[in-house]
């Protein structure tokens, strides 16, 4: 089964064809970071109207990066510009086409979904709502053909820090979130303490090597308080520090502040996380969202998995991020259990992960 997926919940225009649930055919990712990077972070706005110039030539370059792609138009070099979607003879192999609904950017998230409603609609296809954490943990199955549920997932991205119990591939169970900013906020926001470019998590990961992270101490909140997390403490901590330092006219070590920083947060992560797996049994652990790049968190979940005779896995680095890939591989699996939507699938800003879509077929 190929579906064709969507995703535009944030700053990325991506689109993918996923056959199977587990093997990538056309992967499409256009991302407006340079637009969104002059203002310190995502316009909510901006990235709506981008989609909106976007979407249809990169639902185009899915379909005409398909192998052995047969349009004539193509091959006879009209362009992908010149040709009108419905005259891609590709869309004809897809099976059904998969939307992210929600959790994301309403504005954003609306332009995937009517498209994709749309699209649906004039190929007479099956819609599939995917949530986007649900995504995020799907992801892992392109990469590793052998995993499969039950397993403990740590999902870190910009907007999301959740412990969960992925029970079936459509069934989850959350032990612990966070009750304000999720982790890659965190990086953000520290990022831009320092001065740092948007999107700063790569750039404290990269500057942290360099630094020595018990040079400081920030706060390891809520750390034995459940499985809960709380960043919005550290991230001010991390603020007074660097504007202690300057009111006292004292020079900032960058490095130090992103390698204290870094091992705070991976600290809070890891001791949480494996502690849940320990007490529960659990041998499967895996991660997944934007962070699950991190190199301090990979480095150190790793060591304490294996330590604790744990099997982890986390996805290549282009498949931490955004991408429609992860969006068509969680599609497949609510597809085999029965979960379909109708055109009346509405944007669902904030989604909790389990929520379903509207169930109903064409
Ligand atoms: O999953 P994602 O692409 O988008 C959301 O669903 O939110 O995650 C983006 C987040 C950003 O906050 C970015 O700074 C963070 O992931 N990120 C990282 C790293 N790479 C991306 N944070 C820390 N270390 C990294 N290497
Ligand atoms: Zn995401």
């Known amino acids: 089964m190929k579906i064709l997926a969507i995703e535009t919940s944030c700053d990325e225009t991506a689109v993918s064809i996923v056959e199977n649930g587990r093997k990538i055919i056309t992967n499409v990712i256009d991302s407006q970071i340079d637009k ?100 995020h943990i799907a992801a892992n199955y392109l990469e590793h053909k052998d995993l499969k549920p039950p397993f403990l997932c740590l999902v870190v991205s910009g907007g999301h820090t959740h412990l969960v119990d992925v029970i079936t591939y459509t069934k989850f169970n959350v032990i612990g979130k966070t009750k304000d900013d999720a982790v890659g906020e965190a990086y953000d926001k520290v990022a831009r303490t320092l001065d740092l470019k948007y999107p700063g998590g790569p750039k404290v990961d990269r500057l942290a090597k360099e630094g020595n992270p018990d040079s400081i101490k920030f706060p390891r909140a809520m750390i034995n308080d459940g499985f809960d997390f709380s960043f919005s403490g550290i991230k001010s901590a991390v603020l007074n520090y660097v504007n202690a330092e300057k009111m006292k006219g004292n020079p900032i070590n960058k490095a130090d502040v992103a390698a204290s920083f870094q091992k705070t947060v991976v600290d ?50 282009s498949l931490c991020t955004d991408n429609a890939a992860m969006i068509g591989s969680a599609a497949y699996y609510n597809f085999l259990d029965g979960i379909q939507s109708t055109q009346s699938l509405n944007a669902t800003p904030s989604l909790i992960v389990g929520q379903k879509p509207l169930v109903g077929f064409f």
């Open 36 to 135: 969104h990077k002059i203002f310190g972070g995502v316009v909510p706005e901006i990235a709506s109207r981008m989609h909106i110039e976007k979407i249809t030539a990169c639902v185009k370059e899915a379909l005409i990066s398909y192998p052995e792609c047969e349009t004539e138009a193509l091959n006879s070099n009209l362009g992908c510009a010149d040709t009108k979607l419905h005259e891609l003879k590709e869309l004809d192999k897809i099976d059904a086409i998969a939307v992210t609904y929600g959790p994301g950017l309403v504005g954003a998230l609306l332009v995937g979904l009517a498209f994709a409603k749309g699209l649906a609609f004039a190929t007479n296809k099956p819609l599939i709502g995917v949530h986007h954490i649900e995504g």
């Open 268 to 317: 809070i992560l890891t001791h949480k996380t494996i502690k849940y797996a320990v007490e529960n049994n659990i041998k499967t652990l895996v991660m997944a969202g934007g962070v699950a790049a991190n190199s301090g968190l990979r480095s150190q979940m790793s060591k304490m998995a294996s330590e604790n005779n744990i099997t982890l896995f986390y996805p290549s680095l």
